[in-house]
């Protein structure tokens, strides 16, 4: 018995010195976004130097081309990310997830709760899914303390959970939906019904929404094996906010605290959208309207100015990288459609497909691309010019391959830790520690997408 749990223990340190490995490789090799979106561009410049009829010059001008053309789209990430965030952040949403966490009795009907709420609204606003997974988490750390919750377990859940946030709040799904976008000349405009809703990914949506949680009961640590939270960590998520004295007011600041002005807006714009889904149906969602739902939403939910603007000013600090990055993914952009290093990539990826691969062959690609460009936006900027030329050569269905290449973003996040950043900030853990869990879900995830894409390439 004693040299089985010898053995036992050598192997949990063997897997824990590559999973460290990995990690460290990770943190000390992969570079800041901004300085890899610099790298990037003097890359593609050189290849587009060497690989097409471009000299320098005609380079920077396709560059300079390209520079301003997603200056719309960018605002409308910045937005949606705002507004998700503005909504999580709300005093109703959080007394809710409060009761959420507080009606299951066990740590396995706990975490089942947590799969299922995370997952559905990681799916259906990948922003406020993030932020609700980091509040959610902090109150189950807590409240379920001393049931032998394994802490690093706990995180790796809520991280993993955000594998599903391929649904309505897709940037590439949402922008190639929205009427003048800048790749319409060559998809037209694709309503969510044949992306988002289309019944291949719904049925790819299910099959993780079930197996991930099933799966994660069959791994969870027991009991007596169970590093829960610790003492400090509790004592920092039990603290309560200081408010400040609101009984001697001036007048404009009990304005900015009324709790009449912002509703009357919010129920105005609800109604809007209301009305145009009623009219075209939820398949017709863009992300102008998706934007402006949420926006109503948050206000709704804040009621007062006061308490709207505080949370977006901490709203804000998220699209720092989208405001800055976004013009130098445009002009590689530029450079890729206007100097024809397009068309030569497309040839490359026509000569290693066929109609029947090319999904699952995109699907893989922008996983490795993901690695080093982790927003899902800048990256479709990267890839589209030539994976839907691609497509269209290959007579594969566009919103086929578009589901391939959001499934690509969201799987390979389970091993970077870009995204995992606010909730190992907010969480107070290391990424090496819930990497054996993402891991697993990586894992899920490469084998449930690989089998629909390869055994029904064009969907059902």
């Given at each position: 018995m004693e040299s089985q749990r010898v053995v036992t223990n050598l192997k949990k340190d063997r897997l824990a010195n590559i999973i460290d490995t990995f990690t460290e490789w990770s943190l000390n090799w992969i570079p800041d976004s901004m300085v890899f979106v610099v790298l990037l561009t003097l890359i593609v410049f050189c290849m587009s130097w060497g690989l097409t009829e471009h000299g320098p010059f005609q380079l920077i001008q396709d560059y300079t081309k390209g520079f301003w053309v997603l200056l719309t789209f960018a605002m409308q990430l910045c937005l949606l990310m705002i507004t998700g965030f503005v909504v999580a952040d709300s005093k109703p949403v959080k007394a809710l997830i409060i009761k959420l966490v507080d009606w299951p009795k066990s740590v396995s009907s706990t975490i089942v709760m947590y799969c299922l709420v995370s997952g559905f609204v990681s799916w259906l606003h990948w922003g406020i899914g993030l932020m609700l997974g980091i509040v959610m988490g902090r109150e189950i750390a807590v409240r379920k303390r001393g049931m032998g919750l394994q802490y690093p377990f706990l995180v790796g859940v809520i991280y993993s959970m955000g594998v599903l946030s391929n649904g309505p709040s897709q940037a590439a799904q949402?922008?190639?939906?929205?009427?003048?976008?800048?790749?319409?000349?060559?998809?037209?405009?694709?309503?969510?019904?044949?992306?988002?809703?289309?019944?291949?990914?719904?049925?790819?949506?299910?099959?993780?929404?079930?197996?991930?949680?099933?799966?994660?009961?069959?791994?969870?640590?027991?009991?007596?094996?169970?590093?829960?939270?610790?003492?400090?960590?509790?004592?920092?998520?039990?603290?309560?906010?200081?408010?400040?004295?609101?009984?001697?007011?001036?007048?404009?600041?009990?304005?900015?605290?009324?709790?009449?002005?912002?509703?009357?807006?919010?129920?105005?714009?609800?109604?809007?959208?209301?009305?145009?889904?009623?009219?075209?149906?939820?398949?017709?969602?863009?992300?102008?309207?998706?934007?402006?739902?949420?926006?109503?939403?948050?206000?709704?939910?804040?009621?007062?100015?006061?308490?709207?603007?505080?949370?977006?000013?901490?709203?804000?600090?998220?699209?720092?990288?989208?405001?800055?990055?976004?013009?130098?993914?445009?002009?590689?952009?530029?450079?890729?459609?206007?100097?024809?290093?397009?068309?030569?990539?497309?040839?490359?990826?026509?000569?290693?497909?066929?109609?029947?691969?090319?999904?699952?062959?995109?699907?893989?690609?922008?996983?490795?691309?993901?690695?080093?460009?982790?927003?899902?936006?800048?990256?479709?900027?990267?890839?589209?010019?030539?994976?839907?030329?691609?497509?269209?050569?290959?007579?594969?269905?566009?919103?086929?391959?578009?589901?391939?290449?959001?499934?690509?973003?969201?799987?390979?996040?389970m091993l970077q830790p870009f995204w995992a950043l606010p909730v190992l900030g907010a969480m107070r853990i290391r990424f090496q520690d819930i990497l054996p869990y993402t891991f697993i879900t990586w894992l899920i995830v490469l084998i449930v997408v690989s089998f629909m894409f390869l055994v029904f390439p064009n969907g059902f």
């Open positions: 949402l922008l190639v939906a929205t009427p003048g976008h800048f790749l319409e000349a060559v998809t037209g405009v694709i309503p969510l019904t044949e992306t988002t809703f289309n019944p291949h990914l719904l049925v790819t949506m299910l099959i993780l929404y079930i197996t991930i949680p099933i799966v994660m009961l069959l791994v969870k640590p027991k009991k007596e094996y169970s590093t829960e939270v610790a003492d400090a960590i509790v004592a920092e998520f039990s603290k309560a906010q200081v408010t400040g004295d609101i009984k001697n007011l001036r007048p404009a600041e009990k304005l900015e605290r009324s709790r009449i002005l912002l509703p009357i807006i919010a129920l105005g714009i609800l109604v809007s959208v209301g009305n145009f889904i009623w009219s075209n149906g939820i398949g017709r969602l863009d992300l102008n309207t998706l934007n402006f739902a949420f926006f109503g939403l948050a206000m709704l939910l804040h009621a007062s100015p006061h308490s709207f603007v505080l949370s977006v000013t901490k709203g804000v600090t998220t699209t720092s990288g989208i405001i800055i990055q976004f013009p130098l993914y445009a002009g590689i952009f530029g450079m890729i459609a206007n100097s024809g290093l397009a068309q030569i990539i497309t040839e490359w990826f026509i000569s290693i497909s066929t109609a029947r691969t090319l999904p699952w062959i995109v699907f893989l690609y922008t996983g490795v691309i993901d690695f080093f460009v982790p927003s899902a936006g800048s990256k479709f900027v990267i890839e589209a010019p030539y994976i839907i030329p691609a497509a269209q050569k290959l007579g594969v269905s566009i919103p086929q391959i578009l589901n391939a290449y959001t499934e690509g973003s969201c799987w390979v996040n």
